[in-house]
Every structure is written in C-alpha cells, then in structure tokens.
C-alpha cells in the first residue's frame, strides 16, 4: 500500500479560490522570436508580475489564508533566501499580523529591503555554517508564532500550483511544462495542476548544474543534503529537496534537467533584451533549459514555462546585460 | 469653414481591422504601488511588448498595408532615430518588400542592429548637422520607392491610434489619458480615439522639458522648429511638429505638459524595479509626469498611459539603474 500523495488537484483548486482577488493573475507571454528560434509554441508565465515580485505570495498567502484566526493573529515567521520572505511579509500585511523572516547573511540587498518595506521584522543567519532549519528552530525559540516553511507543506505547495493552474485555463493543453526547481514547492505544485489536466505531458523540473540536489535525490531515490551551492540563481539555493515536495514530485514528473551558469546568464539577457520582462537569474533558468537543445525535438509542441520571479539586484542585472552591448528589440 | 482634420476615429478603425493578427495586442498592466502612490486607478497600455519593441509597428504596417501592390513591390524608405525605423522594416519583411532605413549618426546601437536584423539596408545622416527632411529626400534622391514619413502622414497616425483603442477596449472609460510626443504620431492617433469614446477625457501630451517643441508650437500657433534636443529620451528627439499631427492635437489635446530628465530617469527605474517592465527612457516619459505632481489632484481618476517602447541599450539602462541600488519588488 502506496502513502497518500502530500496534495491532489482538489488542494490546488481550494487555493486557488482562496487567492483570488488577492493574488495577481498573472499575464503568459508569448515571443515570435521564441517561437521561430525553437519551432514550438512557447508561453510564459510571468510571475515575475506576481504581487512581492515573484511566484511565492501564491503559497504563503494559502498558507497564512488556512490558518485559524486566533492562531494566525499571535504572527508568522519564516526563513528565506528572499522571494518567500517578501511572500510572507506580504501576506502577513494583508492580514495585519507580525512576520520575523530570517534571511541569509548574502540575500540580495533588493529582496532584503522588499521584506523590510512589507512591513516584517528581518533576522539574520550564515547561510554557509547553518543548516536554514537549524536557523529556524534556532531563532524561533519559544516564540508563539506559526512557521511557515518555504517549500515543505501541502498549502505552500498547492498554492504554488495556482501559477500552473492560470497557465492552463488561459491556453490549453501543454505537451512540455518546465518549472524552476529550489526545494520543489513551485514544480510540486505546478506538476499535479498539469498532471490532473494534461496527463500526457512531459513534466520537468529544472536546476543549476551547481545546485543539483534533484537531480542527485531522484537518481538515489532519497533526499541528497549538497553543499552551498554557489549559483546565481539564488533562488534555487536549496540544498535538499522537501520531504512533501519530494514524494510529490516523483509521483508527477517525469525528469529533472540542469543548465549551466552562463546558460541562465544568457536566458536573462534575452528575456530582457528581446522580450523586455525583468527577470532573475532563478526565472531564467527554465528558459536556459529551452535554449539549450536539451529537451530534443520539440518542433510543434506546446510548452509552458514559469517565469518565477523578477526580483533582481541592479549591480546583477547590469554584470549580465553588460556581458552584451544591445538590448535588441 | 475649417479644414477637415487629418484622421476621424473611422481611420482609426480601419487600421485596427488592417493589423489584426499581424500586431501584437499588447497587454494592460496594472501596479498597486502605483495606484497606492497616486490615488488614480493606472492602466499601462505597453507597447514596449509590441513587435519590433514598440508602438511604430502599427502605423509603419498600416501604411504598407494600405500601398497598392504594384507600388509595395518595389520597397520602401525611411528616416528615424530608431523605433519607425524597425517598425518600417518589419512591416517589409511581412509584405517580403525592400527597405531602405536612413538613420542618424547617433542611434542607439540596439535600434540600428535590430533594424539590420529585420532585413533593412541603414545608411546614415548627421543629426547635428542635416534636418531629417533634407537627409531623406537627399538620399531618396530619383529612388522609385515610397517614403514612409515616421509621424506626418494620416495613415501613420491612423496606425498608431490603434493602441489607444485597444486600451479602451480592454479597460472601458478613462478620466485622463498621457501619451509621450516626438512628431505627434502617437499622440494625434491616441487622442483621437480616446476623444472619440470618452468625449470629457483629459488628454495630454508629454514631452521633455529640453524638447519641447510642441509646448512652444501651441503656444504660438505655429510648428516652432527648435535645436537638436540632447534628451535621453531618444524617441522624441523630434524637432518639430508635424503638420498633419499638429493639426489633429489641435483639435483632440487638452494640453501638453513637460518632464526633467531626471524625472525620466526616475521613471525608467520604478518600471525596472518595481513592474518589472524593460522601458525605453521614451516610454517612461508620461510615467514621469504622472509622479511628478503636475497633473494636479487625480485620486479617484482612471488614467490611460502608453509605454511606447522598450528598446533601449544595456548601457544607458544600467547607467540609469546604478543611481540606485536595488530593484526591490
């Protein structure tokens, strides 16, 4: 006898309902250029749009929104490398409640001041000395308040199908679906929407080469803890798929890629350059995928992609635009 | 008796009927940090999604569109600081038709090799140095090809009025309507669609402060030719009005108002930073002015804005973007 799966699609639709109105719905790009330079048809979800800049106010505000009145009123906390952090915070403020987010020592200084100007009280950890959840039990103490994880918990991960569920009600049947892949709350989420309503579809999760945690966990068939990653997609930081996110995953999707470096680097040149959308490093990494070759013949395949975020530091951007002269129309 | 004006909102229809399906029916952004920083409800009609990166892909194929074929055959001529330049050679390359782009020595390098790209032969004036009247017709010279004037033509204006309809249509009723002005192209169509469906709309004109050629030409009644600007909006480095464009902003336009630039810049950034849109320092130009206080008390007002562009080169984005730090969400 097979364990439950952590969420169904009924999770995904319940979230949904709870978001609406509150969550932004998000606009799917389309590029000729795309289109001619792959031969298929590829739409982008641009949660790069999303309230706090990026997909996470999905599953915080499910999360936060599921919460007993007098248990949420006493506050959250939550631990992040910043697009969770500025999702709590966010979602916290539309409840009027108190949220502390701790964030690593080297979180970009744009998503670290986004937190602040939500409103939540920001904490500090080293990121290459401390495991995050040792961070978390370290810093929450005795304190009365509700941890909200980033990525390992039904509600985040059914909130986080919603982007996938938007995409599919706005264009149909998809053949490929790529997502970005930290922890897995986003590709868990999105792969059971797709799952439920494409089930032929070829799910796939994507990762940096240097941060390739999926991929090693699903080829051992267990959660592989790896070392800090250094890429600057921060984030898919991670260094250990979820436990939920983990089981769900492997029931759903049916392989995990990576891309290299410069790969993401010259995806976010092109999204800005030729599809002018302001993306991060870790929004671009599906698209690097796309670029690569690696998906094989996707000649007249429909493929949906999610943009997960736009919040990016000046000093990054600029170091990945200068790297080229133009920003060709 | 008057002269009849250049264009009525049925020119403007027309062209819509013409580029259905070939233009992009750019999307409508909203911000709530916008609307919480204002008190207006802002709609962003973004045409820096628009094919070629900008709003002149409209009028450059109406125009094409609307030549006989025999005469369409044998290609087409322009001048422009860039954004009329790639319409024009796009609007070629769908009727598969030679064009001949004559730019100034000074555009940005972004413009020139996507003009390149779409399939255009560029040659050069002096800006400085030559008006672009001169220019054109001296390198048109016994040429059997059609000029495509950038902003002075009814099926221009026609063209580019289709922007302002499709908001309308998205969105409904607007209170005020800002639309940056070089030539007038823009502004002339927009106004007359936007006064065709919302008679009591307040509609205004933006230009730079260091441009302002349409301030002045109000002012006197006549199309005043002014210096070569030195604006980073690029877009509306025009010197003059023109003619048919004066005429019909006469008639449709409330008002004309300026920005600094470094109000521009300003608002390049927020677009970056906080809507994750690529804009042109051109297409931040009526972005700026709403920020700026001018427009006086608009709390509770719908407000219609073209983002005209987002073809803008990596160095003078990122010379903009480092002022500040951070691209918070």
Known sequence: MTDPLPISFDDIAAAARRIEGVARRTPVMTSRTVDSLTGATVFFKCENFQRGGAFKFRGAYNFVASLAPEVRAKGVLAI????????????????????????????????LNATIGYGAEVLHYPRMHEHPDDAAKRIKGTRDVTFIPA???????????TAALELLEEVGELDIFLAPTGGGGLLSGCATAVRAKCPGARI???????????????QRGERVLI?????????????QPGVNNFAQVRAMVDEMLTVSEGEIRSAVRFLVQRMKL?????GAVPVALLFSGRLGDIRGKRVGIVISGGNVDADVLCGILNESTTLDG
Do not use: C, Y
Request: net charge negative; hydrophobic share 40%; aromatic share 4%.
């Open 204 to 218: 796939i999760g994507v990762e940096p080469e240097v941060a390739n945690d999926w991929v090693l966990s699903l």
């Open 278 to 282: 302001v993306v991060e490093p870790t």
């Open 151 to 161: 990525f390992d918990h039904p509600l985040i991960m059914a909130g986080q199908g």
């Open 227 to 239: 070392e800090p990653p250094e890429t600057i997609a921060d984030g898919v930081r991670t260094r």
């Open 80 to 111: 992040s490398s910043g697009n969770h952090a500025q999702g709590v915070a966010l979602a916290a403020r539309e409840f009027g409640i108190p949220a502390t987010i701790i964030m690593p020592d080297d979180a970009p200084i744009s998503k």
